[in-house]
């Protein structure tokens, strides 16, 4: 498929006025009439108004009421352009299109006998045929008409001005959406739907109408989202001065739903996995997500909506915007909830979030910077834009935007969003339009910083430290290089502005004053700019030799390479102050110790766990001062996936053989160590959705899985009490995951158990498939997993067509169980080469998304890659692929 290129931005020759929407909505047939009214853009150059439609009949066409002049009119490869004289002129377009035949999820389709759309990015043109582009800024008007007994309910953006019956069964309603936006923001649902329904007030003292629509028996799942709602929106006022501008704002759940969720204006769509919780269904990690996932789409009001994207290279502009405006949120909420507890357990589980969403930026990201599909956060060129709602638009966005924060100061990163909402209010924008507000508002050049947005790969920062005592002067000097590896299409990088928050810790533990040249104001955590390939910076009047403590709060998304010995990395496990800083050394010391066994394993060498490393672990494992949550993040060891990726040679089966052993060791070794805090963190009282509670039932948990892997008889007890007796799922599946992660041959009985008891409940049975998709083989006579995988996909509780169930049994085996995906025999990868064909006749965005799965596969063994490499070509080779996969496949093989 050609590229598009960024460079290639032509403003509109036209611009839309108005669209009058008319929907006849039919299963099988449904009829869409639509009104432009075009105007002349003088800004731009004379150019034909070029409409885009894909997979819709037009019926008919008139400009101005006639059928236009056949020369004026050209059906092209992905539309119509049509030749239009004078100032303005109005189109009427009817089309029909068959919404039982969309399997796509993109545009309009049905779910479970409901109507829903899907836009963002390009699905509009699905519809109708439209100038279907972010720059493309409309006020809509929108009139749906349906059966009234199937679809009761109808929604779409705005505010209801007018609804009714029709003949015939039918019924109608009229939306009309005050504000002008992009096509790619337009929704309508048509369904049988019940709402929860909160008013209040906006800090101006406005009333407002929310709901929250779900299928009729959900309601008693829908009250955290709308908590969340009211929180964020409580939040945005407080934090930005950002309040809701329509008088309703209504979330849907959908359980057919390509991703998380739409920012659609004033009618936010959700996948039903981002709204619907009670405590004996959903996991405090499920209580979390909804709480963040709503925030986010509702932050998009303002981050998307009102400002949105000129074109769709700018999406990190919204995207990284508004996952560091969520991140912030979740933060806050936590931090606020965690405050009962003292400022000590606020400051926790604030550093437990940031711990959560570094882990992902690892994982996730830092794999796609150093693999084929590495892109800037702002592209230069795509394929297929929704191959690039990616980690680095979205992840690394929100760092870039989380470092400029960093840079300027809350005050001073609040003063640019003011201007950039007050010069840009009702616009579509680039990134230079945003970097370029919070420099004026903070008198600060940002060019170098700009240079974030154009380079892709994961850059390295290097530290080294020199402490001269002799000369008595007592200065260590820090020595920072920065080097950014070549990254497909991209041979070349500058140096970037890196803020590294530096401290050093004396030789008793505690934190020194730190005295930088001239600057005396002796804090004990000091930001410093990196602008250069490599800079030194001195720290006087430091009476012993310090270790530093770099990148604090993870200040940049860089790879620190510290030269630290194991005994340093233990000194800063038991007393770097920075919480980030101390989970991070506890996982450097684990990932050293992985590795080491992971080579031993390759060598046929026997594995031994080094005392050093139990000892270390166990000391924080039991030091009590520290909250159970951090505990828990400290103590589990780091993702495979991201394990893999810091191997030179990626190979999976010693590397589970590792992982394994390691989990065996500290299982058995400190089993009573685990027992204890077993006991000790029990949470009476009924389910409440509370970090702290949360952290007591993550660190249980987290010791059941050590005891079960270690195989603990009084560990595997405690699972088994605790699966038989749960009242919430967050207790419930994480005994039932400790089980079957375990050789106990109850595990079966167990996972029938549960089945038995949630085989009607689509998303919890999706963690039942997930944890059989992702489970290591600790008992060595069980078979591959993907023989239980391919089982699964039989059961009456799985469907190849609804994305959950694809990305929790085949996504999780892909994705989250590499040691049995890349079994020797490569069955693995012949398995994905048939699921992704056959996702791709039905759905390319859930096929592409599984396709990336194998993305990396250049890093991996020869033996991998040869067969690796048969299976893509395999791919590559069929006849209709979608441009999706299509590009996937292509840079994979480049
Ligand atoms: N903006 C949507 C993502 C749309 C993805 C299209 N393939 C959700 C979000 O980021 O909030
Ligand atoms: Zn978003």
């Given at each position: 498929a050609?590229?598009?290129?960024?460079?290639?931005?032509?403003?509109?020759?036209?611009?839309?006025?108005?669209l009058d929407l008319h929907f006849n909505l039919d299963p099988v047939a449904t009829i869409v009439k639509s009104r432009l009214r075009c105007v002349r853009n003088a800004l731009a150059p004379a150019a034909p108004l070029r409409l885009f439609g894909e997979d819709i009949e037009l019926l008919d066409l008139t400009v101005n009421g006639a059928q236009p002049a056949p020369d004026a009119m050209t059906r092209t490869a992905d539309g119509i352009e049509i030749a239009l004289a004078g100032e303005s002129a109005e189109i009427e377009i009817a089309t029909r299109i068959d919404p039982s035949a969309n399997t796509t999820l993109s545009g309009l389709y049905l779910s479970r006998g409901g109507f829903f759309t899907q836009c963002e990015a390009e699905g509009f043109r699905r519809i109708t045929f439209f100038p279907d582009r972010p720059d493309a800024m409309t006020r809509f008007t929108v009139t749906l008409e349906a059966d009234a007994a199937t679809c009761p309910v109808l929604l779409s953006n705005g505010n209801l001005i007018e609804q009714g019956p029709l003949d015939g069964g039918r019924h109608y309603a009229r939306w009309e959406d005050p504000f002008p936006k992009p096509s790619y923001l337009f929704a309508l649902v048509a369904a049988n739907l019940v709402s929860l329904e909160r008013r209040v007030n906006t800090a101006s003292g406005r009333e407002v109408?929310?709901?929250?629509?779900?299928?009729?028996?959900?309601?008693?799942?829908?009250?955290?989202?709308?908590?969340?709602?009211?929180?964020s929106m409580?939040?945005?006022?407080?934090?930005?001065?950002?309040?809701?501008?329509?008088?309703?704002?209504?979330?849907?759940?959908?359980?057919?739903?390509?991703?998380g969720a739409m920012e659609n204006k004033g009618l936010n769509i959700f996948n039903s996995k981002y709204v619907l919780a009670k405590p004996d269904t959903a996991t405090d990690v499920d209580y979390e997500n909804i709480e963040s996932v709503v925030a986010h789409e509702y932050f998009h009001n303002w981050t998307g909506n009102r400002v949105t994207c000129r074109d769709w290279f700018q999406l990190t502009l919204k995207e990284g915007l508004t996952v560091f405006r969520d991140q912030q949120?979740?933060?806050?909420?936590?931090?606020?909830?965690?405050?009962?507890?003292?400022?000590?357990?606020?400051?926790?589980?604030?550093?437990?979030?940031?711990?959560?969403?570094?882990?992902?930026?690892?994982?996730?990201?830092?794999?796609?910077?150093a693999g084929p599909m590495a892109h800037p956060i702002r592209p230069d060129s795509y394929q297929e834009i929704n191959n690039f709602y990616t980690a680095t638009v979205y992840e690394k966005g929100a760092e870039v935007i989380r470092m400029l924060h960093t840079l300027l100061g809350a005050e001073g990163f609040r003063n640019g969003m003011d201007l950039y909402f007050s010069y840009h209010d009702g616009q579509a924008v680039t990134c230079d339009d945003f970097v370029d507000c919070m420099a004026e508002a903070n008198g600060r050049d940002l060019d170098q910083f700009m240079r974030w947005y154009g380079q892709a790969g994961?850059?390295?920062?290097?530290?080294?430290?020199?402490?001269?005592?002799?000369?008595?002067?007592?200065?260590?000097?820090l020595t920072l290089t920065q080097h950014t590896p070549p990254t497909p299409g991209q041979p070349e990088k500058l140096p970037l502005v890196i803020p590294v928050a530096v401290g050093l810790i004396g030789p008793d533990g505690t934190d020194l004053p730190l005295r930088l040249q001239a600057d005396n104001h002796g804090a004990t955590t000091k930001l410093v700019e990196l602008t250069e390939a490599e800079q030194s910076f001195q720290f006087t009047d430091l009476d012993?030799?310090?270790?530093?403590?770099?990148?604090?709060?993870?200040?940049?998304?860089?790879?620190?390479?510290?030269?630290?010995?194991?005994?340093?990395?233990?000194?800063?496990?038991?007393?770097?102050?920075d919480a980030f800083n101390r989970w991070d050394a506890a996982q450097r010391y684990a990932e050293r110790v992985v590795l080491a066994l992971a080579a031993d394993a390759a060598a046929g060498r026997p594995l031994a766990v080094p005392d050093a490393f139990v000892s270390a672990f166990r000391a924080l494992l039991t030091n009590d001062a520290l909250d159970p949550a951090f505990r828990a993040q400290a103590a589990a060891l780091p993702a495979e996936a991201y394990l893999l990726e810091r191997m030179a040679v990626a190979d999976p089966a010693p590397l589970r053989a590792a992982l394994m052993a390691l989990m065996r060791e500290l299982g058995g070794a400190l089993s009573d160590e685990w027992l204890t805090l077993y006991r000790k963190h029990e949470v009476s009282g009924p389910y409440r959705y509370h970090p702290a509670d949360a952290g007591r039932r993550a660190l249980r948990n987290l010791a059941l899985k050590y005891l079960a892997a270690a195989g603990v008889g009084e560990g595997l007890e405690r699972a088994h009490a605790q699966f038989e007796r749960f009242d919430n799922m967050t207790e419930g599946f994480g005994a039932l995951a400790a089980l079957v992660n375990s050789a106990s041959p109850a595990r079966e009985a167990a996972l029938d158990a549960f089945h038995r008891r949630y085989r009607d409940d689509a998303l919890v049975l999706d963690k039942w498939f997930a944890l059989q998709a992702g489970a290591w083989r600790w008992d060595a006579e069980a078979a591959p997993v993907l023989e239980r995988v391919r089982m699964l996909m039989d059961d009456p509780g799985f469907s190849i067509e609804n994305p959950n169930k694809v990305y929790a049994l085949l996504g999780s085996f892909f994705r989250a169980n590499p040691a049995e995906f890349h079994l020797p025999d490569g069955s693995g990868y012949v398995f994905w080469a048939d699921q992704v064909r056959a996702l791709d006749r039905r759905n390319p965005q859930v096929a592409s998304r599984v396709a990336r799965a194998l993305e990396s596969w250049r890093r991996f063994t020869p033996e991998i890659r040869d067969r690796v490499g048969v299976q893509l070509e395999r791919v590559r080779s069929v006849t209709g692929l979608s441009p999706d996969v299509a590009e996937i496949i292509d840079k994979a093989l480049q």
């Open positions: 050609p590229s598009i290129l960024r460079s290639a931005y032509v403003p509109l020759a036209w611009r839309i006025d108005h109408l929310l709901q929250v629509w779900v299928e009729d028996g959900n309601l008693d799942r829908s009250g955290h989202a709308m908590d969340s709602l009211i929180h409580r939040w945005d006022e407080e934090t930005f001065g950002l309040e809701l501008d329509l008088d309703r704002f209504m979330i849907v759940a959908v359980s057919d739903f390509n991703m949120f979740s933060a806050d909420m936590l931090g606020r909830m965690a405050e009962a507890g003292g400022e000590a357990a606020a400051a926790s589980a604030r550093a437990v979030k940031r711990i959560d969403d570094v882990r992902v930026l690892r994982t996730a990201q830092f794999a796609e910077d994961t850059p390295r920062v290097t530290a080294q430290g020199r402490y001269d005592a002799e000369s008595r002067s007592y200065t260590l000097t012993f030799e310090p270790v530093p403590s770099l990148l604090r709060g993870f200040s940049a998304p860089v790879i620190l390479e510290l030269d630290e010995d194991d005994a340093r990395l233990a000194f800063r496990m038991a007393h770097d102050s």
